[in-house]
Nanobody, 119 residues
Framework: QVQLVESGGGLVQPGGSLRLSCAASGSIFSIYAMGWYRQAPGKQRELVAIITTGGSTNYTDSVKGRFSISRDNPKNTVYLQMNRLKPEDTAVYYC?????????????WGQGTQVTVSS
């Protein structure tokens, strides 16, 4: 079974930085786009950043210039470097990946990691 495991969340002061990691494991044939989403209390889940197999990236406007998404294809891992964090970045962050495995091609989600930006 394919799993996505996230790490790197926590509590940070405004202006600080965090780096999230998400590693895919299991019977994986191919990984296509990988991305990070977030969901704040009382709000819908939103796309934060996405990266294609070839390295093309896209960001939601509120994080452009502050966040950077990258991936290590041999390690089946995607990262989100978050700089100059703001209280409004507080949310549960979810990793997502489009993966072809034994059961075909599916969108997979991690369990989520809490990011809290507060003084």
């Amino acid at each position: 079974q394919v799993q996505l495991v996230e790490s790197g969340g926590g509590l940070v002061q405004p202006g600080g930085s965090l780096r999230l990691s998400c590693a895919a494991s299991g019977s994986i044939f191919s990984i296509y786009a990988m991305g990070w989403y977030r969901q704040a209390p009382g709000k819908q889940r939103e796309l934060v950043a996405i990266i294609t197999t070839g390295g093309s990236t896209n960001y939601t406007d509120s994080v452009k210039g502050r966040f950077s998404i990258s991936r290590d294809n041999p390690k089946n891992t995607v990262y989100l470097q978050m700089n100059r964090l703001k209280p409004e970045d507080t949310a549960v962050y979810y990793c997502n990946a489009d993966i072809r495995g034994l059961l075909g091609r599916n969108s997979r989600w991690g369990q989520g990691t809490q990011v809290t930006v507060s003084s």
